[in-house]
């Protein structure tokens, strides 16, 4: 059974200056063990999917289509059923929660406090100090670090934290929204690479959720690039980094500098002008005013995603693009 499906899910935000469609009919699944990357521009809707998965969006939230949860549909969870499986089923390292951790509280009590709060009652986890230990040493931190406020702890050791925090029940799904966005290069690398080694001794799946498609290529094996609320285009990463079908991921591939290629971190080429305004989509395929080879139909014309066919593209690939080659039905 999939740890994480999304079925034609539709998430329109309710606002006073109206209707903002944020998320336009994505299909995503994710098996045991599976690492996802999620990428595309602030605004394309990525955070929306991750907060959507626990029932997290505002009240008032319009959302349609499915998530299910392994196998159980979350939007027909009662609530105590909905608690239980926000901490022990799926959790979230939300983006920019760096500053989220409480000031005055040591980590170890932090944690401590999410343990008592979550885990189901009776389990093992209730030995809550050899359990924050083990935690803390799990994410590479020594168990000492339980004493230390979060001021005590530099950027990269306090992403740490909230990963431990994440972990505290067992979940098989992490979803990891930007969680190295503020932090340097060398701090991003390394908590990237714990990432990836949770995923690999742990058997945890990872829904990994950046702006930044270059970072993914190394920890997932599969890639989704959305534009305006739609995956666009999905393929095994590697190859979906290095032969992008879809123009606009060969745009926001361009536009990351070229590890290695000092001149490439200059001159960004690719992707001029900004994402579109979703509650103003353009007609046809909504990329197709920043696209390089739109043609009239593109402006009428907004494919769905479909299998790529062309010559030589490695097997699994899709793309949402008239112009790349397709299987017809
Ligand atoms: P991303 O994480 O890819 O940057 P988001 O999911 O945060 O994108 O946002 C998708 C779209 O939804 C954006 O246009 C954003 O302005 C809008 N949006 C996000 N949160 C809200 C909200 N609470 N109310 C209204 N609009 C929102
Ligand atoms: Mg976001």
């Not at 339980?146 to 992403?159: D, E, I, K, M, V």
């Not at 690719?270 to 593109?298: K, W």
Request: with cysteine; charged share 20%; hydrophobic share 40%.
């Amino acid at each position: 059974m999939s740890v994480l499906e999304l079925r034609d899910l539709h998430i329109t935000y309710r606002t006073e200056g109206g209707d903002v469609p944020a998320v336009r009919g994505v299909n995503l699944t994710l098996e045991r063990g599976d690492t996802v990357g999620l990428a595309g521009e602030s605004g394309c809707g990525k955070s929306t999917i991750a907060a959507a998965v626990l029932r997290l969006l505002p009240k008032g939230t319009n959302v349609s289509g499915q998530v299910l949860l392994e196998g159980e549909d979350v939007y027909a969870m009662k609530p105590g059923r909905l608690r239980a499986v926000r901490w022990t089923s799926a959790a979230i390292v939300f983006q920019g929660a760096l500053h989220s951790l409480n000031p005055v509280r040591r980590v170890g009590h932090q944690i401590a406090e999410a343990i008592r709060l979550h885990a189901p009652h009776g389990s093992a986890a209730h030995h809550t100090d050899a359990r924050v230990g083990e935690l803390l040493e799990r994410v590479g931190l020594p168990a000492e670090r339980a004493q230390h406020y979060p001021h005590q702890l530099s950027g990269g050791q306090r992403q740490r934290v909230l990963i431990a925090l994440a972990l505290a029940c067992e979940p098989k799904l992490l979803i990891a929204d930007e969680p190295t966005t503020a932090l340097d290069v060398m701090v991003q690398a390394q908590v990237l690479a714990l990432l990836e080694e949770l995923q690999r001794d742990h058997g945890l799946s990872l829904l990994f959720i950046t702006h930044d498609l270059s970072v993914l290529t190394h920890t997932c094996e599969k890639l989704a690039v959305m534009y305006a609320g739609r995956i666009v285009e999905q393929g095994p990463s590697q190859t979906v980094f290095n032969s992008p079908e879809h123009p606009y991921t060969r745009a926001l591939a361009a536009s990351f500098p070229t590890i290695g290629d000092p001149a490439s971190r200059m001159n960004p080429r690719g992707l001029a002008g900004d994402p579109p305004d979703p509650s103003a989509l353009p007609s046809g395929c909504p990329f197709h005013i920043r696209c390089d080879v739109a043609t009239p139909e593109c402006t009428t014309l907004d494919v769905a995603l479909r299998d790529v066919v062309s010559p030589g593209a490695a097997p699994g690939r899709s793309a949402a693009c008239v112009h790349v080659g397709v299987a017809r039905v």
